[in-house]
């Protein structure tokens, strides 16, 4: 049997034709990179597309938090407040700024922080909140900023996923003290690799551009210790002929989503992962729980994909928190509910190039675990 396998996530690019204009220029100005005009193009059409007043373009979304949390200066050893049900860049970007992560639990039915369960968490060491658009499900952003006021706790977001996002018609990365993208090949707009930080607060603007530039600002300045984490030339060109045609690909996924909510619904034990009705969605991910009466475990269902050549993935599984890296030093942390979807999460695939009838034959699939039947 021949069958087209089917893979969880997939780059967009634009027409070859379309890059190759692009980057044409390069070859007679050989300006490959340090903020050239292509990075410069891209950074204003960001800040126009995201409808942010403040953006910095930076070579990941790691590098981005990475460097996000570095320019607010909290005192070695300070505590961040955060989640573990996400990528571990998340929990990386904290360990390397010499802080230490304090796991919140997530909530069950959208996967983000749980801001019932955050103040308990607050001591005189914490120095900031690190919550997670999940799956682009937006969090309880009006609550943590209570909190935040309170404490008097800075407020980074892992936008990683949330591309795009509006929530009540403001563009996701206005909220908090900065927010955190990702151009990860794999993500709903990429620039092969890239990220960005967005924020509220000018100043901050040079302290990241000297953090990202080894902190030169002259043949003969050298203002602070920075690293290197610039977006060459053509890594913008692949964002700007990408941006042309993100409208585009936010409407395939929305329309492949819809058919999996459509085919799905009455597979009693499989339960979305979307969360507010007040978020406009990227649609960059489509997560199930299996749960309750769903005859399949989430590892048996995983498998039996598999064998029809159908690619989804356990994320996120495990909990950052879990990792071997972190010989168990955060086993105390109490994480049922976040515990509770990393055992029964499953991301089916989403992306540009699939099909509506590829979305029924993963439901067809997913059904044959209820009722066997035979699939084609
Ligand atoms: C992709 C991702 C990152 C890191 O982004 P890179 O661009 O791959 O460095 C951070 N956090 C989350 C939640 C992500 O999914």
Same mark, same amino acid.
């Given at each position: 049997?021949?069958?087209?396998? /089917?893979?969880?996530?997939?780059?967009?690019? +634009? +027409?070859?034709?379309?890059? $190759?204009?692009?980057? !044409?220029?390069?070859?007679?100005?050989?300006? %490959? #990179?340090?903020?050239?005009?292509?990075?410069?193009?891209?950074?204003?059409?960001?800040?126009?597309?995201?409808?942010?007043?403040?953006?910095? %373009?930076?070579?990941?979304?790691?590098?981005?938090?990475?460097?996000? /949390?570095?320019?607010?200066?909290?005192?070695?050893?300070?505590?961040?407040? #955060? @989640?573990?049900?996400?990528?571990?860049?998340? #929990?990386?970007?904290?360990?390397?700024?010499?802080? /230490?992560?304090?796991?919140?639990? $997530? !909530?069950?039915?959208?996967?983000?922080?749980? &801001?019932?369960?955050?103040?308990?968490?607050? @001591?005189?060491?914490?120095?900031?909140?690190?919550?997670? =658009? *999940?799956?682009?499900?937006?969090?309880?952003?009006?609550?943590?900023?209570?909190?935040?006021?309170?404490?008097?706790?800075?407020?980074?977001?892992?936008?990683? =996923?949330?591309?795009?996002?509006?929530?009540?018609?403001?563009?996701?990365?206005?909220?908090?003290?900065?927010? $955190?993208?990702?151009?990860?090949?794999?993500?709903?707009?990429?620039? *092969?690799?890239?990220?960005?930080? #967005?924020?509220?607060?000018?100043?901050?603007?040079?302290? %990241?551009?000297?953090?990202?530039?080894?902190?030169?600002?002259?043949?003969?300045?050298?203002?602070?210790?920075?690293?290197?984490?610039?977006?060459?030339?053509?890594?913008?060109?692949?964002? %700007?002929?990408?941006?042309? =045609?993100?409208?585009?690909?936010?409407?395939?996924?929305?329309?492949?989503?819809?058919?999996? &909510?459509?085919?799905?619904?009455?597979?009693?034990?499989?339960?979305?992962?979307?969360?507010?009705?007040?978020? !406009?969605?990227?649609?960059?991910?489509?997560?199930?729980?299996?749960?309750?009466?769903? +005859?399949?475990?989430?590892?048996?269902?995983?498998?039996?994909?598999?064998?029809?050549?159908? =690619?989804?993935?356990?994320?996120?599984? +495990?909990? @950052?928190?879990?990792?071997?890296?972190?010989?168990?030093?955060?086993?105390?942390?109490?994480? &049922?509910?976040?515990?509770?979807?990393?055992?029964?999460?499953?991301?089916?695939?989403?992306?540009?190039?699939?099909?509506?009838?590829? *979305?029924?034959?993963?439901?067809?699939?997913?059904?044959?675990?209820?009722?066997?039947?035979?699939?084609?």
């Amino acid at each position: 049997m021949d069958i087209k396998e /089917i893979f969880v996530a997939q780059p967009s690019m +634009p +027409p070859f034709e379309e890059y $190759v204009e692009t980057v !044409k220029p390069l070859w007679h100005s050989r300006w %490959l #990179t340090n903020m050239g005009i292509l990075h410069q193009e891209l950074e204003e059409q960001l800040g126009e597309y995201l409808d942010v007043p403040e953006l910095s %373009l930076m070579v990941n979304g790691h590098m981005a938090l990475e460097l996000v /949390i570095q320019a607010m200066d909290f005192p070695r050893g300070s505590e961040v407040i #955060t @989640t573990p049900f996400t990528f571990i860049s998340t #929990t990386h970007a904290i360990i390397r700024n010499g802080l /230490i992560p304090v796991f919140c639990d $997530v !909530k069950p039915e959208d996967g983000t922080i749980d &801001e019932e369960k955050i103040e308990g968490l607050v @001591t005189e060491k914490t120095a900031a909140i690190l919550p997670v =658009h *999940v799956y682009g499900n937006v969090c309880s952003i009006e609550a943590i900023e209570n909190i935040a006021h309170r404490h008097g706790l800075k407020v980074i977001y892992d936008a990683a =996923h949330a591309f795009g996002v509006t929530y009540k018609g403001k563009g996701i990365g206005n909220f908090g003290d900065a927010s $955190v993208f990702s151009f990860h090949a794999t993500k709903v707009f990429n620039t *092969v690799e890239g990220g960005a930080v #967005t924020f509220q607060d000018p100043a901050l603007h040079s302290r %990241l551009y000297n953090l990202k530039n080894f902190g030169i600002r002259g043949e003969e300045l050298v203002e602070e210790v920075g690293t290197n984490a610039k977006m060459n030339e053509f890594c913008a060109a692949m964002g %700007l002929c990408n941006l042309r =045609h993100v409208g585009q690909a936010i409407a395939r996924r929305r329309e492949l989503c819809r058919e999996y &909510e459509r085919l799905l619904e009455g597979v009693s034990g499989i339960r979305l992962l979307w969360g507010s009705s007040a978020v !406009k969605r990227n649609y960059g991910y489509f997560p199930v729980i299996v749960q309750g009466e769903y +005859p399949l475990s989430r590892n048996e269902l995983y498998k039996l994909l598999g064998k029809y050549g159908i =690619h989804a993935r356990k994320y996120f599984y +495990p909990l @950052t928190s879990d990792h071997a890296c972190f010989a168990g030093r955060y086993q105390g942390a109490s994480l &049922e509910c976040a515990r509770y979807l990393a055992e029964r999460v499953l991301a089916l695939p989403v992306h540009e190039g699939l099909e509506v009838e590829d *979305v029924g034959r993963v439901v067809a699939v997913i059904r044959s675990g209820v009722c066997p039947l035979t699939l084609e």
